[in-house]
């Protein structure tokens, strides 16, 4: 049994029914096309590198044309504890997805369009300013906002935020200056602060200077924690309540919590700090990532519950993210529950919303952004994913997962593992053998 349980921001207890549901029959993979032979390589790679000591454990889910063709558990969910199918794993990034949904929901009842400004809602966020670094690189200038942040700019990561831990891989003095600012007024990337809510840090945010132009750039960052407060007040409602009531309970995602009710707590998997060669150590409460990010206790949020952001809040299941990635690939609807139109899934999954630009950050070229997802644009890049058309996007504990339209496909990786970028490359051969599995 686990004596802590450590967590990524707050979680609400908030009870929907603590009997999970079953998980349905999983078919034969010649049933929907998918060779059976070919998955087992994906038992292979797996095994090999928890053999190896570079991940604990994961749960692997593929899907096809609406049913669950592999399903595996691999490993330790903690020390002395199996990877369980039901295991509870912290999707971290893999929030904001649920989150862009829960605006669009909102955007479908009139209560908010895209091209609408943030102030409008926020008024924190009239008249900002916007960083330049001067000519001779000694200091900076504060210049007016060209146009306002909109609503569209924080669905598609292109409002002028950042994230801080962007400034242990970036190095722009711009960059730098501006998390700095962030660091003085108590900017956080979404965590530890039961002392106050999300719209308290979002009022800060707003008063401080962009990185760059709204509209002007790409730039992955604190976008969604501000889309999750104007859930809030556009709705009345608290986010994870609205989140709950809007998609939890609507798609059964009986297993999915901002936070995680004590009875079933005992099922979250643990985190490991790998370094790919051997050496694997589970992790407590401990800084994780330069100080910038790191786990924190759940019971710190316990008596609190107000710190919701809608970056990386949500505990899931493998199982539950499925039923939320077949509703998308259904365009909307699942088992008889419309979400959200066809169209507007169009325009969230299919459509790419920011121009020339690319979606780099863990993508190369070729990848766009939509509404929440990065799209690919092509085959021809360096990581050969999947068709033109897949759309995805990751945790920073290294959780994954990928929609492919064309083939009906959905390939779903949860671990518990870091640092995030050393699991890129099992990401990609395990989408390769994805991909590699269809048969017909």
């Not at 063709?69 to 990034?93: C, E, H, I």
């Not at 960059?175 to 840090?201: H, N, S, W």
């Not at 979002?202 to 407060?229: H, I, M, T």
Request: proline residues 4%.
């Amino acid at each position: 049994m686990l004596k802590r349980f450590v967590l990524f921001g707050l979680f609400t207890v908030i009870s929907h029914g603590v009997v999970a549901e079953d998980v349905p029959a999983i078919v034969s993979p010649e049933s929907v096309g998918l060779s059976s032979s070919r998955l087992q390589n994906l038992d292979t790679l797996m095994e090999s590198h928890i053999a190896e000591k570079k991940i604990g454990g994961a749960n692997v889910l593929i899907a096809r044309k609406g049913k669950i063709a592999y399903f595996k558990s691999f490993g330790l969910a903690d020390d002395n504890k199996p990877m369980q199918r039901d295991t509870m794993f912290r999707v971290m990034s893999m929030t904001k997805p649920l989150t862009s949904v829960a605006i669009m929901l909102l955007y479908e009842q009139g209560k908010l369009l895209l091209s609408d400004p943030v102030s409008k809602y926020i008024p924190e966020f009239k008249n900002q300013k916007v960083l330049e670094m001067n000519a001779d690189g000694k200091g900076y200038k504060l210049v007016p906002v060209k146009r306002e942040v909109t609503v569209r700019d924080l669905l598609t990561h292109s409002s002028g935020l950042l994230y801080l831990f962007s400034n242990n891989y970036y190095h722009e003095p711009e960059r730098k200056a501006v998390v700095d600012l962030y660091k003085q007024a108590g900017i956080t990337d979404g965590f530890c602060r039961p002392d106050e809510t999300i719209g308290d840090m979002v009022k800060r945010l707003a008063r401080l200077p962009l990185f760059k132009q709204p509209g002007e750039v790409w730039e992955y960052s604190l976008s969604n924690d501000v889309l999750g407060y104007l859930v809030e007040v556009v709705s009345g409602q608290k986010f994870d309540d609205f989140v709950m009531q809007r998609i939890f309970v609507p798609l059964k995602m009986k297993d999915s919590y901002f936070f995680v009710p004590p009875e079933k707590q005992g099922r979250i998997a643990a985190v490991w700090k790998s370094d790919w060669h051997g050496s694997l150590l589970r992790v407590d409460d401990k800084p994780l990532i330069d100080a910038d990010l790191w786990l924190c206790p759940q019971d710190a949020y316990a008596t609190s519950g107000k710190y919701l952001t809608g970056g990386a809040n949500v505990i899931s299941t493998v199982y539950d993210y499925y039923r939320f990635a077949q509703m998308l690939l259904n365009q909307g609807e699942l088992d008889g529950t419309r979400l959200l139109s066809r169209k507007t899934i169009e325009l969230m999954t299919a459509t790419n919303h920011i121009g020339n630009f690319d979606a780099t950050f863990l993508h190369d070229h070729a990848w766009k952004f939509g509404l929440g997802f990065a799209i690919q644009q092509d085959r021809g890049h360096d990581v050969d994913s999947g068709d033109a058309g897949v759309f995805e996007w990751a945790g920073i504990y290294s959780t994954r997962f990928s929609i492919d339209p064309k083939e009906q496909k959905i390939t779903i990786f949860m671990s518990q593992t870091t640092p995030f970028g050393l699991h890129f490359g099992l990401w990609d051969k395990l989408l390769v053998q994805s991909g590699s599995a269809i048969n017909d």
